[in-house]
């Protein structure tokens, strides 16, 4: 059993969107930075991309929520352990968790001159680079180790 059609395609352009967050972070940082020490920059498309970006993240997560919801997941495998299970649950909640509070936490600190909220979005980037690292691994690990064809399932619908 697989995800749906919707589900794999949110998955991916989440996916997409998160990285180009990640590779274009310096431009809002920097305008951040000015506009927080009284400065005015000039109109950046790489500005209003990663804010545009953002929002566009937090809206799709609540979509992925609600899909979730709605069409369930596929259960794990069954050689997978508690330990596996345990850890499977907790990066997944952790991404969601992230995927809506990085958005939030962002728009704060952009919209309400937050430099608090700065701060706690910086933070919060680790936390995300850290699970979808672990995200990452335990992917290839089913992959590679198992050989349990774990990873079809975000590839090809039922």
């Known amino acids: ?68 919801r709605k069409h369930g997941v596929p259960p794990l495998p069954e050689r997978e352990g508690p330990l596996g299970r345990a850890l499977a649950h907790l990066t997944h909640g952790m991404l969601y968790v992230l995927l809506i509070l990085m958005p939030v936490s962002g728009a704060v600190a952009w919209f309400g001159a937050s430099q608090t909220a700065a701060d706690g979005h910086g933070l919060l980037r680790f936390g995300m680079l850290g699970f979808v690292a672990l995200h990452i691994i335990g992917a290839l690990y089913h992959q590679f180790v198992l050989k349990d064809d774990l990873m079809a399932r975000m590839k090809r619908a039922p």
């Open 1 to 68: 059993m697989g995800y749906a059609r919707s589900q794999i395609i949110l998955h991916w352009l989440v996916f997409v969107l998160i990285a180009a967050q990640f590779i274009g972070h310096e431009p809002i940082r920097a305008a951040f930075g000015v506009w927080m020490k009284g400065g005015e920059s000039a109109f950046s498309p790489l500005v209003a991309g990663h804010v545009a970006g953002g929002m566009l993240v937090l809206v799709l997560a609540l979509w992925r929520l609600g899909l979730r």
